[in-house]
């Protein structure tokens, strides 16, 4: 598959314009390993170093749907991997901001290096367990790698601004979670497979 025909694919699973655009702008190809060149644009998942891995296309694309981001917004990425997806980000907020938070050292060097001229994106090698504190609270709250239970997504959820949403893959499924006047309301979406968020 060549990237129009992706972008094609994506389209008619009902991807919105604003991702599609993201996806042309940003060339996948360069946050995946010389030896998976060649299946960039296949809708596959990628491995990466170290057990990671680059999520299928259609996986983050519907992903970055439930997320909403939209300009000007201040979003976290824990397990920010090869910074592929925050990539996308930054393309879709223009002159918001983005954290990654990756845990495996290699990885955070890498993408940091990818990353360097963007001035939205800020990545950060430690563990995404606790959030990060730091630059809270966030409008939109994105977890790429899944989590065994609730616990450690409900556990900052005190980092999500009002109005914010959370996406956060459970086991199978992947969950959007929205802050909505201090309520809480979860929707689950199940058939999905991602590797674990690490804890050290």
């Given at each position: 598959m060549n990237k129009t025909a992706l972008l094609q694919s994506l389209k008619q699973k009902g991807i919105s314009q604003n991702i599609l655009d993201a996806f042309l702008k940003v060339k996948r190809e360069e946050f995946v390993p010389d030896n998976f060149k060649e299946y960039a644009y296949e809708d596959v998942a990628i491995p990466l170093e170290d057990g990671s891995s680059l999520s299928q296309p259609y996986t983050s694309a519907f992903m970055l749907s439930l997320l909403e981001p939209k300009q000007n917004q201040k979003i976290l990425e824990i397990g920010s991997g090869s910074g592929f997806v925050l990539a996308l980000l930054s393309e879709i907020i223009k002159n918001g901001k983005v954290y990654g938070l990756e845990i495996n050292k290699g990885l955070s060097i890498k993408s940091r290096k990818l990353l360097e001229k963007d001035s939205n994106i800020e990545i950060i090698n430690r563990s995404g367990f606790l959030g990060l504190p730091q630059f809270a609270p966030y409008d939109r709250i994105l977890f790429s790698a899944s989590c065994n239970d609730m616990r450690i997504p409900y556990n900052i959820l005190d980092q999500l601004s009002n109005d914010g949403?959370?996406?956060?893959?459970?086991?199978?499924?992947?969950?959007?979670?929205?802050?909505?006047?201090?309520?809480?309301?979860?929707?689950e979406f199940p058939g999905f497979a991602f590797v674990p968020l690490k804890e050290d």
């Open positions: 949403i959370l996406v956060v893959p459970i086991r199978s499924s992947i969950f959007q979670i929205k802050k909505i006047d201090g309520k809480i309301s979860q929707k």
